[in-house]
């Protein structure tokens, strides 16, 4: 039964193998616990014509069956990428491998001759594009709404200056002004206290004959 990892790839136990699949197309500079580390398969033990190895078995959405190896006495260090040995299009299918696995060619220390990966690039580069178009988006999208909340700030503001103009010209104390925008503003404003010996209007009271 097949098991799915958090980057949603579909593994196969080994038992499940399609026969024929013993095509090298590439070879990933990775060894088998980090490719485990990166991307949660699991590298089960075998055995081969050639040596012992590691190998684990997955398959994409189209159906198509790869197996990555390594054999334990191999001189050179890496992970091989296998597909079916009667495939007529090695690009296709380590495009469709690297696509499944989500690595990228940068990380493929051999591939196959007769694999051309340059479709598979050009691909890779309009996704980050694309990726790179929507991010700006929405940053435009949050840029235009701190604009609407500065905007609506700024009105306040203009209000609260306009209260303090009219307030002040009427002789007002900052007390009382306080008071009111506290009002305008639904704020509570039981803490704030008339001065001892002012009036509302700012104004020393006279002293008690």
């Known amino acids: 039964m097949a098991n799915t990892n958090f980057l949603a790839i579909e593994q ?57 190896v390594r054999h334990r006495r191999q001189p050179i260090p890496g992970t091989d990428i296998l597909t079916n040995e009667d495939s007529p299009d090695v690009s296709a299918d380590l495009g469709e491998a690297l696509t ?38 929405e940053l435009e999208e949050r840029r235009a709404g701190l604009e609407e909340e500065l905007k609506t700030l700024a009105g306040r503001a203009v209000l609260i200056l306009r209260e303090l103009d009219k307030a002040a010209a009427n002789g007002v104390s900052v007390t009382e002004i306080a008071v009111r925008i506290g009002a305008s503003s639904k704020r509570p404003t039981a803490g704030l206290r008339q001065p001892v010996g002012m009036t509302p209007g700012g104004k020393k009271l006279a002293p008690a004959l």
């Open 100 to 137: 499944l696995l989500q690595f990228g060619p940068a990380e493929l220390q051999w591939t196959h001759p007769d694999a051309d990966l340059s479709h598979f690039q050009i691909q890779q580069i309009s996704k980050r594009r694309i990726a790179g178009i929507r991010q700006l988006i």
């Open 12 to 68: 196969l136990p080994l038992r499940e193998m399609n026969r024929g699949l013993a095509k090298p197309i590439a070879t990933l500079g990775l060894e088998p616990g980090e490719i485990s580390d990166r991307i949660g398969i699991k590298f089960e033990a075998a055995r081969d014509d050639l040596d012992e190895l590691q190998a684990a078995l997955v398959r994409s959405r189209s159906g198509r069956q790869f197996v990555l």
